[in-house]
């Protein structure tokens, strides 16, 4: 099941590439030392290894100056150091030590992906293999496939999560909750195409953009004045989503397994009777894929998400000046629908719809946006 971890891992850089798939050389950072468990809380259960542990991981940004090369014979990850957890704790599983592991694989937007696997060779104690990019940006796992120690060729299938067209983040968490020993052994190969990648040191204009960006993620955003008041909240960001074929607006928080988070583009498409017109295209679902009307009549008529070879009007909207005008927030406008001339695009209930238009006060500002990159 897709989960949440730190949204201080949201963000990579989304840009289209035309190289060749490569997969860089595996880094690893020894996190931010021992976590000490809350007094009802272990690690295992018997000889049971608990995957509640992973809620206690953070994993660090993609600056954090402790990343560093990880050994790796032959392109394969070997990593051996004595536990930092005190011998005094020996068995008592009240304490984790998180280390991390991470390579970035990036997909040309011409690639056909049939076959994505990521293995870990030996497993001691735990270890979690999550992806990140503009399909997931909250990540994605699957908790079935956690290792346990003594797990051998531990895979988890990533095919039809993988995103062409930029650059993907894998990235082990790796557990470790007994003395005396923390080890990842035996390797992490990653399989595409039935083929192992070999790890390498990749260069050129794509990487040198991708290293320049401090975030993993540029995720666009499409928010109305109404949810915060107008103001952008670091604390709680909220999100577009499509969720059972519907566009939702959820906390980025929550988004999780069911939904489908949506990196938005606000497209120009000129002008008409000196009005300009626009068109929300998702940039990370299949191509040419916009926020469409999902039904044929004017009221309470919700947004989905759909493919069209020419932008049909239900894809349409005329951008006009804020419905709710509020002179402390600035950059919000409103969208008139093209294909009914006296309703707006708005948020009702966190649903995305059009409306006709109303006088009140909530109307306005649920149909006031403004575009802007999740921090």
Same mark, same amino acid.
């Given at each position: 099941?897709?989960?949440?971890?730190?949204?201080?891992?949201?963000?990579?850089?989304? &840009?289209? #590439? /035309?190289?060749?798939?490569? $997969?860089?050389?595996?880094?690893? =950072?020894?996190?931010?030392? !021992?976590?000490?468990?809350?007094?009802?809380?272990?690690?295992?259960?018997?000889?049971?290894?608990?995957?509640?542990?992973?809620?206690?991981?953070?994993?660090?940004?993609?600056?954090?100056?402790?990343?560093?090369?990880?050994?790796?014979?032959?392109?394969? &990850?070997? #990593? /051996?150091?004595?536990?930092? $957890?005190?011998?005094?704790?020996? =068995?008592?599983?009240?304490? !984790?030590?998180?280390?991390?592991?991470?390579?970035?694989?990036?997909?040309?937007?011409?690639?056909?992906?049939?076959?994505?696997?990521?293995?870990?060779?030996?497993?001691?104690?735990?270890?979690?293999?999550?992806?990140?990019?503009?399909?997931?940006?909250?990540?994605? #796992?699957?908790?079935?496939?956690?290792?346990?120690?003594?797990?051998? =060729?531990?895979?988890?299938?990533?095919?039809?999560?993988?995103?062409?067209?930029?650059?993907?983040?894998?990235?082990?968490?790796?557990?470790?909750?007994?003395?005396?020993?923390?080890?990842?052994?035996?390797?992490?190969?990653?399989?595409?195409?039935?083929?192992?990648?070999?790890?390498?040191?990749?260069?050129?204009?794509?990487?040198?953009?991708?290293?320049?960006?401090?975030?993993?993620?540029?995720?666009?955003?499409?928010?109305?004045?109404?949810?915060?008041?107008?103001?952008?909240?670091?604390?709680?960001?909220?999100?577009?989503?499509?969720?059972?074929?519907?566009?939702?607006?959820?906390k980025l928080k929550d988004v999780s397994g069911n939904d489908e988070y949506l990196n938005i583009q606000k497209v120009q498409?000129?002008?008409?009777?000196?009005?300009?017109?626009?068109?929300?295209?998702?940039?990370?679902?299949?191509?040419?894929?916009?926020?469409?009307?999902?039904?044929?009549?004017?009221?309470?008529?919700?947004?989905?998400?759909?493919?069209?070879?020419?932008?049909?009007?239900?894809?349409?909207?005329?951008?006009e000046t804020p419905l709710f005008n509020d002179p402390a927030q600035k950059g919000f406008t409103s969208f008139q629908s093209?294909?009914?001339?006296?309703?707006?695009?708005?948020?009702?209930?966190?649903?995305?719809?059009?409306?006709?238009?109303?006088?009140?006060?909530?109307?306005?500002?649920d149909a006031s946006w403004r575009m802007e990159k999740l921090k």
């Amino acid at each position: 099941m897709k989960k949440l971890i730190s949204v201080a891992l949201l963000c990579l850089c989304f &840009v289209a #590439y /035309s190289q060749a798939q490569t $997969l860089s050389t595996w880094e690893v =950072n020894e996190g931010a030392g !021992i976590v000490d468990l809350p007094a009802n809380e272990k690690t295992r259960n018997g000889n049971e290894r608990l995957s509640s542990v992973y809620k206690y991981a953070q994993t660090p940004i993609k600056k954090d100056p402790k990343w560093k090369s990880v050994a790796a014979p032959n392109g394969q &990850v070997s #990593y /051996s150091t004595t536990s930092i $957890l005190p011998n005094a704790n020996y =068995n008592k599983f009240t304490q !984790i030590d998180f280390t991390y592991f991470r390579s970035y694989l990036h997909i040309p937007a011409d690639f056909k992906v049939n076959k994505a696997t990521v293995t870990i060779g030996i497993v001691d104690d735990q270890a979690r293999m999550m992806l990140y990019n503009s399909l997931h940006p909250t990540g994605y #796992y699957v908790e079935a496939n956690d290792g346990k120690r003594g797990g051998e =060729n531990v895979t988890t299938d990533f095919t039809k999560q993988l995103a062409v067209g930029e650059i993907n983040t894998f990235v082990i968490v790796q557990v470790d909750d007994n003395c005396c020993g923390n080890n990842l052994k035996g390797g992490i190969t990653v399989n595409l195409n039935d083929k192992i990648m070999q790890p390498v040191n990749p260069t050129g204009s794509v990487w040198d953009e991708f290293k320049k960006s401090d975030v993993y993620i540029d995720l666009n955003n499409l928010r109305a004045y109404s949810i915060n008041g107008g103001a952008y909240s670091d604390k709680e960001p909220y999100a577009v989503t499509l969720q059972n074929g519907v566009c939702v607006i959820k906390k980025l928080k929550d988004v999780s397994g069911n939904d489908e988070y949506l990196n938005i583009q606000k497209v120009q498409l000129g002008a008409n009777a000196g009005k300009p017109m626009v068109a929300f295209k998702v940039v990370n679902s299949k191509p040419n894929t916009y926020l469409t009307l999902s039904g044929n009549t004017e009221s309470d008529n919700r947004l989905t998400a759909r493919q069209h070879t020419a932008v049909p009007d239900e894809a349409k909207f005329y951008e006009e000046t804020p419905l709710f005008n509020d002179p402390a927030q600035k950059g919000f406008t409103s969208f008139q629908s093209a294909k009914f001339a006296n309703s707006y695009l708005r948020h009702q209930g966190l649903f995305l719809e059009i409306d006709p238009k109303m006088d009140a006060d909530l109307y306005k500002k649920d149909a006031s946006w403004r575009m802007e990159k999740l921090k």
